[in-house]
């Protein structure tokens, strides 16, 4: 196939000689008089010539708005005021050769294809650098569920946009390290990723800390600061525990979302930025909305990606790898032997239930690792965490008046099948029980044979 090529040059002559030029190199070429012109016909170039002063727009503007249409594309620049100065200026710009007229249709034809070399070896390197990612970046997040590959699968797909992406799952399920896997499928990866953490900041703090704030915009200013989405500008925003943003700032929050601009406290510049944002949440958003504690149209602007992490107890198959995972990285740091578990180890691993999910286990086993003695961690190195009583045992929580444990039990189990609208598997996790489990029971009950 023929390589396209586009020219962009205002003098009509010259015009004329680069095409007729150019194609008897064997090449196609489309030609424009104005920038406008050849903007629209960038996306299927091979490569941009183009005349440094152009009517209406200087080269310099015009090569702007070619690397935001297309990254890759090299661009020739021909100057005729052939000060060498304005040709470096290109070069810094983002030219990739340039060309003082006038010039031999020689070295025209040497510049030419020596860009277009550039231009293959960059998307050879590319594709090298993206398979490299790609080993790398999903080697230490592990899944093997069906659920975690279709999150990988969609890390992938959305990586390179700009979309905006809401991770919900609960404490511990891996939302910080799928918010970075995405940063780093991005075309951002070598820009800031600016993590927030929503929680962690009362409201006045909150704002001064997302949009920044000037001299004297409050007692305490003492000097002009830069928000986090002015750190993060060409980059990511990481926004972690979006439910706990307070209303007033979900406003300019959705501003920001909206408008990609804003303006720092106690000023009324108004400042354009260009951010990705991933949000991440462990609450029910949609129970918050009922509730009228979080804007619908915000969160509608956050949930353009929505990507659910499971909990551990729903992707068991994910205990064994995560646990052996967990073994290799910890093991020298806590400066034991283990390599390995037992069988026996893994079952116990995998039978639990996992309240605190991935975090949970990574401490569990690095305290087992702490215990272990042999060279493979055993079931009796591990110590859960005793199932979850937040409130303990009391008077108020003991059973009910009258009531015997297999009734109790059996009350439970009813409500379970309810809330779960008679869906077993759901019961059975609402239970912390395994379905063949909770069977057994209802059989034991009468209520299935
Ligand atoms: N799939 C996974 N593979 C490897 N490590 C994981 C995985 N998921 C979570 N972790 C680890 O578990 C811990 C908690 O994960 P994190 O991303 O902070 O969870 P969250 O943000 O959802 O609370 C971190 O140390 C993280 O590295
Ligand atoms: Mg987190």
Known sequence: MKKRILVVEDEEKLRRVLELQLMSAGFDVDKAATAEEGLKLVDRAAMVLTDLKLPRMDGQEFLALIRRQNAQVPVVMMTAYGSVETAVEAMKAGATDFLLKPFSLEHLMQVVHKALEVRALREENRQLKEELGRRY?????????????????????????????????????????????????????????????????????????????????????????????????????????????????????????????????????????????????????????????????????????????PPLRERKVDIPSLANHFVTKLAPETGCRVEASTEAAMEKLVAYHWPGNVRELENVIERSLVMATGAQLDAGDIKLESAPRPRGLNDSHFLPEGLSLDQYEQDIIKEALRRADGNKSQAARLLGLTRNALRYRLTQMGLES
């Open 137 to 309: 970046e999903f080697d230490n997040i592990i899944g093997r569920s069906a659920a975690m590959q279709e999150i990988f699968a969609a890390v992938e797909r959305v990586g390179p946009t700009r979309a905006t992406v809401l991770l919900t799952g609960e404490s511990g399920v891996g939302k910080d390290l799928i918010a970075r896997a995405i940063h780093f499928h991005s075309p951002r990866k070598d820009r800031p990723l600016v993590k927030i953490n929503c929680s962690a900041l009362p409201e006045n703090l909150m704002e001064s800390e997302l949009f920044g704030y000037e001299k004297g915009a409050f007692t305490g200013a003492q000097t002009t600061k830069p928000g986090k989405f002015e750190q993060a500008d060409t980059g990511t925003v990481f926004l972690d525990e979006i439910g706990d943003v307070p209303t007033a700032i979900q406003v300019k929050l959705l501003r920001v979302l909206q408008e990609r601009e804003f303006e720092r406290l106690g000023s009324n510049v108004t400042r354009h930025i260009d951010v990705r944002l991933v949000a991440a949440t462990n609450q029910d958003l949609r129970a918050a909305l009922e509730q009228g504690t979080f804007r619908e149209d915000l969160y509608y602007r956050l949930n353009v990606v929505p990507l659910n992490i």
